[in-house]
């Protein structure tokens, strides 16, 4: 089960609108709406800021936004922040009835 | 307040057995999945595997089934994950987590495996 392919970084200045991609196959993104996405700032734990797809749990900023076509899913961050610099996970159920983690990615703005 | 609060750091040797916690408080223990997720130093997040207090049921990533247990006693709300014969590898921060696509973290647990 090989995990879901990241970029490994992505870069913006403030204001600007970033996506990150989350690419896996027809065995786990492609076929389950069931996607989550995580930031993780340094020496800190993961917050879920996407699940479902596209939803966001209360107080996560609508900047935030998910998507998926296919067998890849997305994050886009609309307005970029300093707050923002973070590593960004994505995760998806398979169809062997576990999870898998995408690679990272790291977020940096400029 | 929701929260899981993890064991402290440990310090082994290869080929020891381990087992770390993670109690959960402020919610009905029983009725969330809760699962463990490794980060070996600098690196991803890895799903390892998770359980259902409430019956039991139990799914592990391929990458580590046979390798560890998870288990539960729901008398005190703890999840625990074990290990019978640790490997230097097995060095990483380990995360318990609710959920299936986990909302309520803990603060991960530091162990550390020496050869």
């Known amino acids: 089960q090989s995990a879901l392919t990241q970029p490994p970084s992505v870069s913006g200045s403030p204001g600007q609108s970033v996506t990150v991609s989350c690419t896996g196959t027809s065995s786990d993104v492609g076929s389950f709406n069931r996607v989550s996405w995580y930031q993780q700032p340094p020496g800190a734990a993961p917050k879920r800021i996407i699940y479902?797809?596209?939803d966001r749990p209360s107080g996560v900023p609508d900047r935030f936004s998910g998507s998926k076509s296919g067998n890849t899913a997305s994050l886009t961050i609309s307005g970029l922040q300093p707050e923002d610099e973070a590593d960004y996970y994505c995760c998806s159920y398979t169809n062997t009835f576990t999870y898998v983690f995408g690679t990272g990615t790291k977020v940096t703005v400029l | 307040e929701e929260q899981l609060v993890q064991s402290g750091a440990e310090v082994k040797k290869s080929g020891e057995s381990l087992k770390i916690s993670c109690k959960g408080s402020g919610y009905n223990f029983a009725k969330y999945w809760i699962g463990w997720v490794r980060q070996r130093p600098d690196k991803g997040l890895e799903w390892m595997a998770i359980?259902?207090?409430?019956?039991?049921?139990?799914r592990y990533s391929p990458s580590f089934q046979g390798r560890v247990t998870i288990s539960v006693d729901n008398s005190i709300s703890t999840a625990y994950l074990r290990w019978s014969s640790l490997r230097a590898s097995d060095s990483a921060l380990y995360y318990c987590?609710?959920?299936?696509?986990?909302?309520?973290w803990g603060l991960g647990t530091l162990v550390t495996v020496s050869p």
């Open positions: 987590a609710r959920g299936l696509l986990p909302d309520l």
């Open positions: 479902g797809v596209r």
């Open positions: 359980i259902y207090p409430a019956d039991s049921d139990t």
